[in-house]
């Protein structure tokens, strides 16, 4: 009978151990068409809703209607937003690869529409571990 439960017990930790991936890196982050997102390269930021009121990311002056330019979305679908660029926070020319999920990145913006003599960098600040939750601001790299 011990002898029937231990090789019970190890056929369910072999079969739980080969569901389980073996590397441990984290999963990619996938773009709308399944492919896994480059660092470096040019994206569009869009709701995967349409008709749902809203394009692509843009930027756009303040309340007050002067810089610094606030992150926003746009308000009609057919409008695709400007381009952005996620890089990782330890990004090099030798560094290039793929963004993952639980990676830290920086976001660029690719917009000289509006010149504020801003940075166009996302970056999360103040970031506060309890609350998991940060700052997004624009910064320099």
Known sequence: MKSSLLALSLSFLFFALLTK????????LLDLDGD????????????????AGGGGLTLSFNRNGSCPLDVTQHSLDLFRGYPMFFFPTNYSSENRGYVHE?????????????????????????YDEKEELGLLQLMEL
């Not at 991936?21 to 990619?28: A, F, K, R, V, Y």
């Not at 997102?37 to 709701?47: F, K, L, N, Q, T």
């Open 36 to 51: 896994e997102v480059e660092a470096g390269r040019a994206y569009y930021i869009i709701s995967t809703i349409r008709g």
């Open 102 to 126: 639980s990676m830290d990145v920086n976001i660029l913006f690719y917009a000289n529409i509006i010149n504020c003599n801003q940075p166009m960098v996302w970056k999360v600040d103040n």
């Open 21 to 28: 991936p073996l590397s441990g890196h984290p999963d990619p």
